[in-house]
Structures are given as C-alpha cells and as structure tokens.
C-alpha cells in the first residue's frame, strides 16, 4: 500500500470514529440535561405540596386529587398525570378511564415500598415518554408513603432537540477533521515529493541509469539522503559497467564466450556460441562445461579447466567442442576465473575462437603445396634432362653415324648384324633424348585461340589406327564447340600420350572414350576433357607418382616414364589442371581441365 493510503486512510477511519462518538456523547449529556430539567421542577413541585396530596390521597378525594392533577399538566407540561395509593392503585387520573387500575411496574412498586422517586423511559402509543414517579412522603412519625404522584411527559421534544445538537457538534467535528485531512495531505506532498524522486532515481539505477540524481530539496533528513544517493549513483557511474551495456559487448562479439558457475555449470553463452555449436540459449543454460568436451581433446584438458575452478588463467588452448548434433568443433579456448568482492571463485568465462576455417584452408594450404611441390620436382627433373639430353644427343648422332657407316661398309654377317643392333639401339636412345628434349623445351608454347573439339579430332585421327590394331573401341563424346586459348599441337600432344597410356591399360582391348564438356571447378567455368578406359586401373599406392618423371611400371624399353609428366607440364602451361579416378580392374579416367578462353580478357 502507498504511504498516502496507509497514513489517510486510518486518518479518516479515525476522524469518522471521533465525529460518531462525539455526536453520542453530546446526545447522552444533552438527553441527561433535558431529562432532569423535566424531572426536577416536578420533584420539587411535589415535595412543597406533599401536605395537600397526602391528605387528598389519605382522604380519597378524588376531584382534588384530580384537579391538582389537571394543575400538573399545564403547570410541568406534562401528557398525563395520576395519583397512586400505596398499593399502586390509581386513584385518580387524567384520563379517568384508567382509575382504579394497579400499577404494578417494578420502579413504581420500588418508589413506593422504598419513598425514593424513580423514572423510566418508555413509550406510549409508539411516542417516547418519560415516566415519573415521586412518592408522596407521610404523615409525620410514619415510614411508609402516603401514595405516588406519576408523571407522564413526551420526550419528543426532547429527542428532536438532543438529536439537532448532536447532528450539529458531528458536523463541526467532522469538519474540523476535514480540514484537518487537507492540512495532513498537504503536509505529506511536501514531504512525499522528494521521497517519490527519489524512489524514481533509484528505480533508474536499478534499470542500470547510472550517474542519475535527484534534486535536493530542504536541509532535512529527506534532503540528506538525496544527497547521498546522488552521491551514491555518481560512484557506480565512475564505476560500474551497467548489465545492459555488458550484454550488449558479448552480444556484438564474434568471438564465442561462455559464463559459467563455481561448479562449471554454464550461466550465459552469447549469440556467437549459440551460433557456432547450434545450441539455444535454453538448451545451454546449466549444463555442466566438461559436456561439451569432444573425445578428440587432449587428456590434461579437463586438468586445466579444474586449476581455472581453483584461480589459474589459461590462455590459447586448442580444444575440440561437441555442437548439437554431436561433431567435433576445432577451437582455441581461453579461461580465466570470476572472483567474487570477497574473493571467492565464483565461475569461469571462458573465450572460444572457432578455429574450422583455418583448419579448412590449412588442408587447402597442404594440398596446393604438395603440388607445388610436384611441379618443383618436375621442372628441377626437366632442366637436368634438358642438359643431360643436349650431352648426350651428338654423342649419339656420332655413335649412330658410324654404327650405319661400318654396318653398310661391313662385307659379311660377323660384324654387320651387331652394326644393326647399335644402329637399332641408337635409335631408340635418340627418340627417348627427343621426347626428353621436348618435355624439357624451355620456348614458351605457341598459344592461339583454337577450337577444342576440331583439335581432339587431329588427335584422335592419329590415335584411331592403333586402337584399330589394339582391338580397343574408340568413343567420341564431344560437347558444344568450345574455345581454347594454347598451343594446339601441345593439347593434341596431351590427348595422345593419355590415350597411349589408355591402350596400354587394355591389352586384351576394350573401350577408350574420349569426352569434352563444360563443367565449374573451384568456383570457375573451365572445360573438360576426359580420357576414359577399361583398363587394369592404378593401384592406390602409385597414383601419387605417376607424374613423376621416368616414373614407368612398364617393362624395360616398353615405356620411358615421360608421357604424364609430359602431360602434366603442358597442363600447367595452360594453367589447367589434371586429375585422376580410377579402380583397379575396372579402367581410369583422366581429367584435364582447361581454362575457358575469354575474348574481352585476350587469355583466360
Ligand atoms: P609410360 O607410359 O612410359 O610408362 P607414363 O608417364 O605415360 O609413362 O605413365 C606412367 C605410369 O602410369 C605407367 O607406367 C602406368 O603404370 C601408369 N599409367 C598411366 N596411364 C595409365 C592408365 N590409363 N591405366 C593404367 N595405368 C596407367
Ligand atoms: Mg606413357
């Protein structure tokens, strides 16, 4: 209940109390005083001619009696009147049809055994009246009265004046209550105004308003603890951070932040560590932390977080959470303990960085680097072959020359046949020189905008024949005319040595197909070509290597282990890439992927 309620309204109950009880009262003394202003003058009237009555009483005169009687009516106003023997027996009246009836009332029988005079209040005819009797005293010497004279007056009158004053003296009172109420209730808004800023200022602070005043009004007790609380309030400005404003940073970070109790129950997560395990707010609240721990984490972890429960810090661990639907999130985690004023440890914040991405582009990172790595290892091996080639290639040009000049010289089969072997040998020898020479050529490719499709033709015109011979089926799947930007006689070169390698995949013959098409790699539109077979496949093992150059698995002379690696560096001239799938006993395919040529662009 507001003060004012509980001030005023017992005030009023109080007031109200008083004007009812002074209305009673005054009604009960002015009722007394009227009564005895009745009452008296008929007494004293009575007793100063008890001498007549008595002898009219003892005489039983009545007409004396009743003409004293009619004398009481007029002289104390009164209703009726009548004389009473000792009995109580009526013997004369105003009203004589009543003589000679008993009153046997219990004051009348009492006035008259006893001589004191006695009164009650009754009613007659449904009209108040007061009812007197006064014992006539007796004859001298005697103890019994002679009779009773009993008076009858109306106390209409009386009634109506006892209630006009008393109605009067409530109405004053009430009055001067009221006027009292409006002096309390003025005084209270004077002194309420100053306690209402106040509780509005501290209602502000509650809301987290700090550094709000109030005005300070008079030098009372009021006053001080405005000032005090001013005071107070610009304290917790200089500070306290408000709740709000806390919220709000943990609200904005991006980082994940999680708040838990001394007993590493989880209090707050903000909406960054909502968002990175898919958990709502509701789901987190008072979990215990240890259950959002993946099996991945290292053992001392849970080590670590109890020294946070007991005051250490712990700073950049690498830590693996459980999101919602139970995979592992990568993470580094820092913790440090709350402590309370009375420094007590009362939970733990704890900083989580989401660490996925950098986990995704590392992998990336691996990948791209052990393909740097392949071509590195490539281009070292191809400048080595390139000057190896160049050593080797007159050597051989002279090896050659004189093995045909002595073979042709030569007059019989003792020296001509091993002539022919070296020559044959040779020849072999400079046709590997050549390819190394080629796969090492440094001059840039001859590049021109081409079309795909008419480039695959010139090749596969060339490989069609050996398949026929090989008993392998060739498959053309060409799509939609595309536009390269290269060297055509290096992409033809390309689709050769895969479809070579493709038949020697398949010596009991098979299917080679040959496909092109648009397809979107790495977010860029590029296109496809793929050489298919169902050959023996690669083994997992080798697959890593079968770039690498000399890398054969063919037997000695049937292969030089120069045709992928061949393919690889024109592919990586074109910017293009190459992939491989394949299942052993079921055939391989490869993929080249070539930058679709862009005219605004020039070369893509
Ligand atoms: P070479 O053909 O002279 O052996 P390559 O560089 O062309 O050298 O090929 C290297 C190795 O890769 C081959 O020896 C072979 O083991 C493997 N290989 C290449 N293409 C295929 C294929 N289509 N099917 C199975 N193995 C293949
Ligand atoms: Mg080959």
């Known amino acids: 209940m507001k003060l004012y309620a509980r001030i005023v ?76 023997d000792r009995q109580g027996r009526i013997i004369a009246h105003t009203d004589q049809a009543m003589e000679g009836k008993s009153l046997r009332a219990p004051h009348v029988l009492a006035s008259l055994s006893s001589g004191q005079a006695s009164s009650l209040e009754t009613t007659m005819d449904g009209r108040p009246v007061l009812e007197l009797v006064i014992p006539v005293s007796p004859k001298t010497g005697g103890t019994e009265p002679a009779g009773a004279l009993l008076l009858r007056f ?57 550094g709000t005043t109030v005005p300070v009004g008079a030098f009372d007790e009021v006053g001080d603890l405005a000032g005090s609380f001013n005071e107070m ?10 709740k709000d404003h806390l919220r709000d940073i943990l609200d904005a970070m991006a980082d994940a932040v999680f708040v838990t109790d001394a007993q590493a129950r989880i209090q707050t997560a903000n909406p960054a560590a909502l968002a990175m395990l898919g958990f709502n707010e509701d789901e987190l609240a008072g979990k215990p932390a240890s259950d959002l721990l993946g099996p991945s984490n290292d053992p001392r972890l849970a080590g670590k977080l109890e020294r946070v429960k007991e005051g250490a810090a712990v700073g950049g661990s690498e830590i693996y959470l459980l999101d919602k639907r139970g995979r592992e999130v990568p993470a580094l985690m820092s913790a440090a303990p709350i402590r309370s004023r009375d420094d007590r440890i009362k939970g733990v914040v704890l900083a989580v960085k989401d660490i996925r991405w950098i986990k995704r582009n590392a992998d990336a990172l691996r990948h791209s680097e052990a393909k740097l790595r392949q071509s590195e290892k490539l281009s070292a091996v191809g400048q080595l072959a390139a000057g190896v080639a160049h050593e080797i290639n007159n050597p051989l040009g002279t090896i050659l020359g004189l093995a045909q000049t002595i073979a042709r010289g030569a007059p019989s089969g003792a020296v001509a046949a091993p002539m022919k072997v070296i020559e044959e040998e040779a020849l072999r020898c400079r046709t590997l020189v050549q390819s190394l020479l080629a796969f090492s050529r440094q001059d840039r490719p001859a590049m021109e905008e081409f079309d795909l499709n008419e480039a695959m033709e010139g090749a596969l015109g060339m490989v069609e024949a050996q398949a026929r011979v090989r008993g392998v089926a060739l498959a053309r799947d060409l799509g939609p005319a595309e536009k390269v930007w290269g060297d055509r006689t290096n992409i033809q070169q390309v689709v050769i040595n ?84 394949s299942e052993p006993g079921k055939g391989t395919v490869f993929t080249v992927s070539l930058p679709l040529y862009d005219p605004r662009a020039g070369e893509t």
């Open 9 to 84: 309204l017992p005030f009023v109950v109080l007031m109200a109390f008083l004007a009812w009880a002074i209305g009673v009262s005054t009604r009960r003394v002015v009722h007394t005083v009227l009564r005895s202003n009745l009452e008296n003058p008929a007494r004293d009237k009575v007793a100063s001619v008890s001498h007549s009555l008595r002898v009219g009483l003892l005489s039983g005169n009545d007409r004396v009696l009743r003409t004293y009687l009619q004398g009481c009516l007029t002289g104390f106003n009164a209703l009726q009147a009548a004389a009473l």
């Open 154 to 210: 109306s106390l209409e009158k009386t009634v109506e004046t006892e209630r006009r004053i008393a109605a009067r003296v409530s109405g004053s009172a009430a009055l001067a209550g009221g006027a009292c109420l409006v002096a309390l209730l003025l005084l209270m808004r004077s002194v309420l105004a100053p306690i209402r800023e106040l509780s509005l200022g501290v209602e502000k602070l509650g809301r987290g308003e700090y």
């Open 233 to 242: 309030s610009r304290e917790l400005a200089q500070t306290t951070v408000s």
């Open 498 to 581: 895969l479809c070579s390698n493709a038949m020697d995949a398949m010596p009991d013959g098979g299917t080679l197909t040959v496909s092109t098409g648009r397809a979107v790699l790495n977010g860029q539109m590029v296109v496809n070509l793929a050489v298919q077979d169902t050959g023996v496949g690669i083994p997992e093992e080798i697959r890593s290597r079968v770039f690498e150059p000399f890398f054969t698995t063919k037997k000695v002379g049937a292969g030089t282990g120069l045709g992928l690696a061949l393919v690889h560096e024109i592919v990586s001239n074109h910017q293009g890439s190459i992939d491989l799938t």
